[in-house]
């Protein structure tokens, strides 16, 4: 999905937020300690987990100075999984530019009350404490990277918040040896690096060409199921696409749009739902289409996660 032309209006007002003229106070003291110091202090990460507790001081504060990343995840999230490392690593390689807090929604409902998160993944920024939604969803690389390259220049040309130049993550650095990691297998980290780089017809054909060897690779599957619906959205409309849906609630193809749509931005339960509802009312070839992209879609999450549990047996009650 694209990353949006970004701007400060429109923002999430945080109830705990202090006002943005305050925090840019809080930003030009911190610059003017950092330069009697002879330059800044290493934060004490570039990725942090953030819970409620913390979020205080772990974000609001530190937007003063750096713009915030923060990544709505949770376990049981296939989206998440392919998001959250791809996010983790683009926020280290800008060393201190952003930084990057991890929420896990099943143990911050508040926070993601407060933020009006509807899916996951999610991810929004604070700057100067107030709360910029930027995409939800999974993103390729390179959107991600004009995404936090966009936010950079908003934070510095409205508060001057330039970030921690050229820090690295303390994380990384006090991380003890690890035993030698399992060799990836070659053609799954080339069709990995497809799709983060956006090249989704690449990936598409790369993990095709992985299944063709080893039908049962999980994260192959995974792969698939992802490049392909974010190849089926990337150049949609979605505004008319979900005025044809909800204008024309028998078009099975419109359906099937709306509910890549759905899929992409999060909504995950919107599209199982609009899809076994289209199979319900649907026959023959259309009914096996809508049908086929239901099973297409459990594969981009997993079948052990428990929304596909529950859209298999609501796809099982219409079809018998």
């Known amino acids: 999905m694209q990353p949006r032309n970004m701007s400060m209006s429109g923002v999430v007002d945080l109830a705990a937020v202090k006002a943005a003229g305050e925090a840019k106070e ?38 003063a100075e750096v713009p915030v990343i923060i990544d709505f995840w949770a376990e049981w ?26 929420i896990d929604v099943d143990q911050n409902q508040m926070l993601m009350q407060q933020f009006g998160v509807q899916g996951i993944p999610a991810v929004f920024a604070v700057v100067a404490g107030q709360a910029l939604p930027l995409f939800q969803g999974a993103a390729p690389e390179q959107q991600i990277r004009q995404t936090f390259d966009q936010l950079i220049e908003v934070a510095e040309q409205r508060f001057g918040i330039t970030g921690l130049q050229g820090v690295v993550d303390e994380g990384e650095q006090a ?5 030698p990691a399992i060799p990836e297998d070659p053609a799954l980290a080339a069709a990995q690096q497809a799709l983060d780089a956006g090249d989704l017809n690449g990936a598409v054909q790369a993990y095709k060409n992985v299944l063709s060897t080893d039908p049962a690779n999980v994260e ?9 619906l974010l190849a089926r959205v990337q150049d949609l409309d979605a505004q008319q696409v979900r005025k044809d849906a909800a204008e024309r609630p028998g078009d099975v193809p419109a359906q099937l749009k709306a509910a890549d749509l759905d899929m992409a931005g999060g909504h995950v339960e919107d599209a199982f739902g609009r899809l076994v509802e289209t199979v319900k009312r649907s026959a023959g070839d259309d009914r096996e289409s809508a049908r086929l992209r239901l099973l ?13 549990v529950t859209a298999r047996s609501a796809l099982a009650r219409v079809l018998f």
């Open 77 to 102: 999230c296939e989206p998440c999984k392919q998001l959250s490392p791809l996010l983790e690593r683009v926020t280290r390689e800008y060393a201190g530019r952003v930084l990057l807090a991890k």
């Open 220 to 228: 192959a599957k995974v792969g698939l199921a992802m490049s392909e």
């Open 296 to 308: 297409d879609l459990f594969e981009v999450i997993g079948a052990d996660d428990p929304r596909v």
């Open 26 to 63: 809080k930003a030009e003291q911190a610059r003017a300690r950092s330069a009697e110091g002879g330059g800044q202090a290493a934060p004490a990460g570039l990725v942090i987990d953030v819970d409620e507790a913390g979020f205080e001081a772990d974000v609001l504060q530190r937007s």
């Open 175 to 179: 991380e003890a040896p690890e035993e």
